[in-house]
Nanobody
Framework: QLQACGGGLVQAGGSLRLSCAAS????????MGWFRQAPGKDREFVAT????????YYADSVKGRFTISRDNAKNTVYLAMNNLKPEDTALYYC????????????WGQGTQVTVSS
């Protein structure tokens, strides 16, 4: 089970840090990441991080502004978001890939991020 938190309302240019705590099993050996979905839009990839924490991938739209990290001892993944833009407004989901590569079989409940202009 994945539990995301840390969303909220922030002005453009502001920052937020999302957290996703895993429970029920260890996710330290699996790729974890974040997706988001804005109203009326398809769900989109945001970032992923490999188990070691040394390899990360980002969507072009967030590269240079967002940073994904993880603490395997705490079974938690984070998403630090800086210089937020109104177009970052979305429901953010944390995910884990425990089976087929590229298929995320664990999804958190989502945390809302709203960026005002």
């Amino acid at each position: 089970q994945l539990q995301a938190c840390g969303g909220g309302l922030v002005q453009a240019g502001g920052s937020l840090r999302l957290s996703c705590a895993a429970s029920g099993r260890s996710f330290s050996n699996y790729v974890m990441g974040w997706f988001r979905q804005a109203p009326g839009k398809d769900r989109e990839f945001v970032a992923t991080i490999r188990p070691s924490g040394t390899t990360t991938y980002y969507a072009d739209s967030v590269k240079g502004r967002f940073t994904i990290s993880r603490d395997n001892a705490k079974n938690t993944v984070y998403l630090a978001m800086n210089n937020l833009k109104p177009e970052d407004t979305a429901l953010y989901y944390c995910v884990a890939e425990t089976g087929v590569p590229g298929q995320y079989d664990y999804w958190g409940q989502g945390t809302q991020v709203t960026v005002s202009s």
